[in-house]
């Protein structure tokens, strides 16, 4: 075993020399526990979802540390700490301070990239402008020079975004069989400034009944892109020979209309409307292309003219990190060649760019080491997984040579491959190594083996947990009963063979391109549950959640659901150039499903019972009580989003902001409802003796009992406790639930519904944030869809998932550059005997 902590030998505290002592925390469903955790070692936080883990780690430990810091850096800050409320903790002692590192709730909305984050563009930056080889006569840059973020660097024509957006025939005349009276010029506004435009046309003499592909080009050009803008006569409703008369006979016009081309249309509504709407229905004609000035680079030429290792700082930024530390070891290790003379003739630069890249190499060192080495600096970190951006930040922590900090981490693990946990483990022993504490929640098996310590929560979710089962060395949790963690730790590891379904027929994609897949040829058995595996990096997303969930949507006439934030979206992702098609099998899919991580809703006026559309009937149920029908309350009175029913102080939100100068916004409980949400008259209304307020408040479980009575609420209500979220309160909000949790509220809408099969569901690691005993849950969900004649595609890591699956398609072999292949699929056995695959071992373990 791996660097055990000397010091903790009993679980009762008084061994551990150097511990944090919590006494009475009760902190969301924490039952005013006592505990001990060492100092120096890694500590794994386990229990099933819901039992009270994070509560543990964030909502007291980390949160109290946090709060501590408050108070030394911001006197006035206690105050509002008092508003917010302080973790529920009668005392901690020897708490040191504390970094987390939390999975990303929800997408993150700033503008980085992983240059940024890691910092690494600034030291990129620095060896440019101090050490770069700059052409003669040409004058030295300062740093910043070289930062598209800047107007000293950013790229005149494209102001530093790297694209120029743009229209062509193809992407505002969709369908060229049409004719203009049908709209064949789809870019052009709706109603009536389309007809007007049209109109124009007539008068122009363009023939508008015409399929516009077979207009002379020259007709087609001008309509399209003139930067003209003619006013006509225009008689609307005149048939084209009418209005030749009447230009003929010069009669009086409807009106006098102006011209405006599709281009210029699209283009300036782009650029200065202020409806996200409208926005968003002119950006579908726009393409976005490289720009021609910088290709890409986002940077001025005077930066792109600098190189060093005859790379300029954009080609460099656009390397996969591995490549990039290639490219700078030769001189960090004094090899490279020219490096003497170099030193000779400037000596202060040489010694400047050895420096420099010796520092740069080291933190890279770390991110390939993590699985990361695949990423560039360029790639914006709203496209990464938040695995993926969960263990740059811990990269770039590793790099601070912080010490006596205990970092808090939420499930490292996630997206990670089997293959790659080894290289997570060795991350955190060397924080640990550095004289630091690591306090982590973890589900996956072979991390908590690792620990020095286990802190085992539960017994079950909710209510039903928050209490310490145990804490100490893992060796200690065998002795443990009540614990389900146990079974897994201890367990052979095994799970019940099954014969894999048959295939009804397959799905087959072809000149499959996006990302690191390259024409690529793939086939999707229908009917039955498929895992697709692969290192991190290897394209499984690529392949799965983008591609196949595209061209799937695409071949049923739906587009994507938009994401809500797409006006922004544009700017970040360049339109994908993406290939591929679907040949065969799309008979055997009526409906496409993603349920995915994403939060189901991005504001606290969301949550589980108005997602799940059971508030609904709640409302209605209040309305229909004796006391709202005298009131003449409707349904929408117990709403907490319109004014009627809902507290105007917060209107419906039931707290209120607090701006922080320097620190995140922080929220107090709005002093007018205490959190209600609802004004005192709508309060007043009581169905059997709770009012809405106390409905939003109860548990799943709680709500499952209370209206039993009620088909239609039991039967979601008990949809929800079968996914295992029987611990959530109905009206905790889309904001504080974890990606996993979302992503089962997801599954149990869907499962609640009528099936008719043929549906095609889509995943992307679902097992997040579960503890195996509730992926045994999920699994049984997912089966009984399968059952009723759907299919199941995931993107899983976890190798139980996968060994239990119908189908297995591996991705791979590697990260990047070196994956994007079909590496093996066939049936877990199949795949499991395939020497070439990384995904092998790990499934043989379970299989054998
Ligand atoms: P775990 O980390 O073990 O999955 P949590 O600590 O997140 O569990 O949750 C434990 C309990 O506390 C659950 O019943 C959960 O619904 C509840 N809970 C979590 N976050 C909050 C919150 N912000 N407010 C109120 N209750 C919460
Ligand atoms: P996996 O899902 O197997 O972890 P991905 O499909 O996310 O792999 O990534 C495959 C490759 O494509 C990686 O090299 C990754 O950096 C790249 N990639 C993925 N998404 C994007 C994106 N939005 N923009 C640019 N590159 C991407
Ligand atoms: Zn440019
Ligand atoms: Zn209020």
Redesign the pocket.
């Known amino acids: 075993r791996r660097g055990k902590a000397p010091s903790q030998k009993t679980q009762d505290g008084g061994g551990v020399a150097k511990a944090v002592k919590v006494r009475g925390a009760r902190e ?2 924490l039952k005013n526990i006592d505990v001990d955790i060492p100092r120096d070692a890694l500590v794994v ?1 386990t ?13 007291t430990l980390y949160a109290e540390a946090q709060r501590r810091y408050f108070e030394s850096v911001a006197p006035y800050a206690r105050r509002l700490m008092d508003q917010v409320g302080v973790p529920e903790v009668d005392a901690i002692e020897g708490l040191p301070p504390a970094v987390a590192l939390q999975q990303q709730r929800g997408s993150p909305t700033t503008r980085s990239s992983v240059g940024s984050v890691t910092t690494l563009s600034n030291s990129l930056r620095l060896l440019y402008s101090r050490a770069g080889h700059y052409p003669p006569g040409q004058p030295h840059l300062a740093a910043e020079a070289f930062s598209p973020n800047t107007p000293a660097g950013a790229c005149p024509r494209c102001h530093g975004l790297g694209r120029v957006y743009e229209v062509t025939e193809r992407s505002m005349v969709p369908d060229d069989t049409l004719t203009i009276r049908d709209r064949a010029v789809a870019a052009w506004p709706p109603a009536w400034h389309g007809q007007n435009l049209r109109d124009i046309l007539v008068t122009l003499g363009y023939d508008v009944d015409r399929p516009w592909r077979e207009l002379p080009q020259k007709d087609r050009d001008w309509i399209l892109f003139t930067e003209e803008q003619p006013t006509v006569p225009v008689y609307a409703g005149f048939t084209p020979a009418e209005t030749r008369q009447a230009l003929k006979r010069k009669e009086t016009p409807s009106y006098m209309g102006t011209f405006t081309s599709a281009r210029r249309y699209v283009l300036q509504t782009f650029a200065t409307t202020e409806s996200a709407s409208i926005k968003k229905r002119v950006s579908r004609y726009l393409l976005s292309t490289e720009c021609p000035v910088c290709e890409g680079k986002r940077l001025r030429r005077e930066a792109l003219s600098v190189t060093f290792a005859g790379l300029d700082i954009g080609e460099l930024s656009r390397l996969p990190l591995g490549r990039v530390a290639e490219v700078l070891r030769p001189t960090a290790e004094g090899t490279a060649p020219g490096l003497e003379k170099w030193r000779r003739e400037h000596p202060e630069k040489a010694l400047v760019a050895e420096r420099f890249t010796q520092d740069l190499l080291g933190r890279i060192k770390v991110l390939t080491g993590l699985g990361l080495g695949y990423l560039s600096l360029e790639r914006s970190t709203p496209t990464l997984s938040p695995g993926e951006l969960q263990r740059l930040r811990l990269a770039t922590q590793i790099r601070s040579q912080l010490f006596g900090v205990v970092y808090v981490l939420d499930e490292p693990s996630a997206g990670l491959h089997p293959a790659d946990t080894q290289a997570l483990l060795a991350a955190l022993a060397q924080l640990k190594g550095a004289g630091n504490s690591l306090f982590v ?1 973890e589900h996956e098996v072979d991390v908590i083996r690792e620990a020095d310590w286990i802190v085992d ?1 539960g017994p079950a ?3 039903q ?2 209490h310490v089962l145990y804490s100490g060395p893992p060796e200690g949790l065998e002795a443990v009963e009540a614990s389900q963690t146990r079974r897994y730790l201890l367990g052979h590891g095994k799970v019940a063979r099954r014969t894999p379904r048959a295939p009804k027929g397959w799905l087959c994609l072809e000149g499959v391109s996006r990302n690191n897949l390259h024409n690529l040829d793939v086939r999707f058995p229908l009917g039955v549950f498929t895992s697709v595996t692969g290192i991190s990096g290897s394209g499984k997303s690529s392949l799965v959640s983008q591609v196949l969930v595209e061209l799937v949507s695409k071949h049923l006439g739906h587009e994507l659901a938009p994401e809500e934030d797409e006006g922004e979206e544009l700017e970040r992702t360049p339109t994908l150039t993406s290939g591929g098609r679907i040949t065969e099998g799309m008979e055997g899919v009526t409906r496409l499903v993603r349920v995915d991580q994403k939060p189901i809703g991005r504001t606290p006026r969301s949550n589980l019972a108005t997602y799940t559309g059971l508030f609904d009937s709640v409302r209605k149920l209040f309305a229909a009580t004796k006391a709202a029908r005298a009131r003449r309350y409707d349904a929408g009175r117990f709403s907490f989003n319109v004014p009627k029913g809902r507290c105007e102080t917060c209107e419906g939100e039931g707290f209120v902001s607090v701006e922080l100068i320097f620190l995140p916004d922080v929220f107090a409980p709005c002093p007018t409802c205490h959190g209600a949400r609802y004004n005192a008259k709508t309060l007043e209304i009581q169905y059997k003796d709770k009012n809405i307020a106390e409905v939003l408040g109860m ?1 799943v479980d709680g709500a499952y009992a209370f209206f039993k009575d009620e088909p239609h609420l039991t039967r979601s209500l008990g949809v929800l406790r079968e996914v295992g979220l029987g ?3 109905l009206g ?1 909000p889309a904001t ?1 639930l ?1 990606g996993g949790e979302a992503q089962r509220i997801k599954l149990a809408t869907e499962l609640q519904r009528v099936q008719r099969g043929n549906t095609l569901y889509v995943l992307d690691e679902p097992t997040t ?1 579960l503890h195996p005993a509730d992926v045994e849950k999920l699994l049984v969900q997912l089966n009984g869809l399968v059952d009723q004649g759907n299919t199941i595609i995931l993107v899983e890591h976890d190798m139980r998932v996968v060994s239990q699956s119908d189908w297995v398609i591996d991705v791979g072999p590697g990260a990047g550059d070196e994956g994007g292949r079909v590496v093996a699929a066939g049936t877990p056995e199949e795949v499991s005997q395939l020497a070439k695959s990384r995904t092998a071992p790990f499934l043989k373990h379970f299989l054998s």
């Open positions: 969301h469903n936080f229990g099933v979802s819901g039992s009270g883990k994070s509560s543990l780690a964030f909502g929640v929560v979710a909710g209510e947990g928050g548990t611990y959530l309160r905790q504080e974890s944030g």
